[in-house]
Each structure stands twice: as C-alpha cells, then as structure tokens.
C-alpha cells in the first residue's frame, strides 16, 4: 500500500479519540445511577458531562478537518456494500452529533451540578416528563451509536481477518 491508501494522521487520531470517548462515555452512562446520590454520583455525572463536552469538540474539530482538508478514500468495496458502508459513516456522524446535542439539552434542562463548583441553570424545574423524555432519548441514541460503532468494528476486523484487504491498516496509526 502506497501512502495514498491511508488516512492523514490527523484523520486517524480524531476517529480513535473519538472512539475511545464514545466507548468510555457509554460505559460511566450506563453506570451513573449505581453511585450514591450526593457527591459520588454529581462527581460520576460530571466527568460524564466533562468528557461528553471534549468529545463535542473533538467532533467539531473532526468534521471541520473531514470537510476541509482530511484524506478522502474510495469506499473499500463498491456497489451495494460500498453504499451501504457509506451511509453507515454517514450514520455515525450523525448519531454522534444527535447524542452530543441532547445530551447537552439534557444538561441544561436538569440544570447539573458539575464538580460541586458551577451550577448549570435549570431550563424547566417544574417538567419532569420533559427531563425524563430528553434523558432517555439521549439513552437511545447513546445505545444506537454503540451499536452501529460495535457492528462497525466487527466489519472492520471481518475485512482484516477473512477478506484480507488490510482495511484496518488504513485507520491504523502508523509510526514515523
């Protein structure tokens, strides 16, 4: 594979931090109401709420390389599965960008304690089924996107493993 078979590294680290972030979000998510309430669950929350605001930026950052300057490659297969692999990307994008936005109006409309240190301003202090409709949507698109992001994976590693195109080697850091 010549240099033009590969991502820029750029591209690469914002696909795995971006990665990493969603795995490690998903995973203090799922576990946020198992701490005592009090400081061990405003603590767990809001590393949640901190690590979720990185990831929006690092998103940010990703899509504005992606449309600006990043690597463009053709799709590893064409035809159906080529579409199917470029509405899946596609897909991601836009369930990590939905996720981030309702996971800030989540935020918001809770009116978090982070850190014990600054108090977000409730949107609506008299609507629980507001908060509770948001969260669980964010809940949703959260578990959609570790769905898709793990289907994702196990395609890329099909593609390494039995294809044999070393698709994984284009995402993959490489050393200088």
């Keep these: 594979m010549n240099e033009q078979h590969f991502y820029d590294t750029k591209t690469i680290y914002y696909h795995w931090i971006s990665a990493g972030l969603v795995f490690l979000l998903w995973i203090i998510g ?18 949640h709420i901190v690590l979720g605001l ?4 690092i998103f940010t950052l990703r899509v504005i390389w992606k449309l600006k300057a990043g690597v463009k ?17 596609h897909l991601l994008y836009v369930l990590i960008g939905a996720t981030l936005i309702v996971g800030i109006a989540a935020v918001w409309i809770r009116g978090d304690n982070i850190f014990n240190l600054l108090k977000v301003p409730a949107f609506n202090t008299n609507d629980l089924d507001l908060e509770d409709d948001v969260v669980e949507l964010h809940e949703l698109l959260a578990n959609s996107l570790l769905i898709l992001a793990c289907a994702h994976t196990f395609i890329a590693i099909w593609h390494q493993k ?8 284009i995402m993959w850091p490489r050393l200088k």
């Design 162 to 169: 039995f294809i044999k195109d070393n698709l994984l080697k």
């Design 30 to 47: 799922q576990n946020i109401d198992s701490f005592e309430k009090g400081d061990p669950r405003v603590i767990v929350r809001s590393v």
């Design 73 to 89: 490659l053709p799709t590893a297969q064409s035809g159906v599965f080529g579409k199917a692999s470029t509405a899946t990307h």
């Design 54 to 57: 990185l990831l929006a930026v």
